[in-house]
């Protein structure tokens, strides 16, 4: 692996960790709590949403690979706890890293 790509996949590593290090211990009232409005993004859907930028820029445009992607659900993602999103950022890591190998 190219030395720039192997900073940028550990720099993207590292925020995947900082990001359900923040999630750790959230209920399910604090993983969607809004503020200031339904308007606004919960931490849950921001995470959600991370999964997806990241889908879409390395699988998607720099793997070549076939993503389905409905942004606008990113933001109206709900969950009860951290263990689904943790599932689906070790999936989204393990093809990323293939693509960037």
């Known amino acids: 692996m190219l030395p720039a790509v192997e900073m ?3 720099l993207l590593r590292q925020r ?5 290090k923040t999630l ?4 399910a009232d604090a993983l969607n709590w809004q503020p200031l409005s339904d308007e606004t ?3 849950y859907a921001l995470a959600v949403h991370s999964l997806g930028a990241e889908r879409y820029r ?3 445009q720099v793997g070549g690979r076939k993503i389905e992607r409905d942004r606008a659900a990113e933001f109206r993602a ?3 706890d951290v263990a ?4 689906q950022y070790g999936a989204v890591a393990r093809e990323s890293q293939e693509i960037l190998e």
């Open 8 to 10: 940028y996949e550990r």
């Open 16 to 20: 995947r960790a900082d990001i359900l």
């Open 24 to 27: 750790d211990g959230l209920d």
């Open 41 to 43: 993004n919960s931490i």
């Open 58 to 60: 390395i699988h998607g």
């Open 78 to 80: 709900t969950g009860d």
């Open 84 to 87: 689904v999103l943790r599932t």
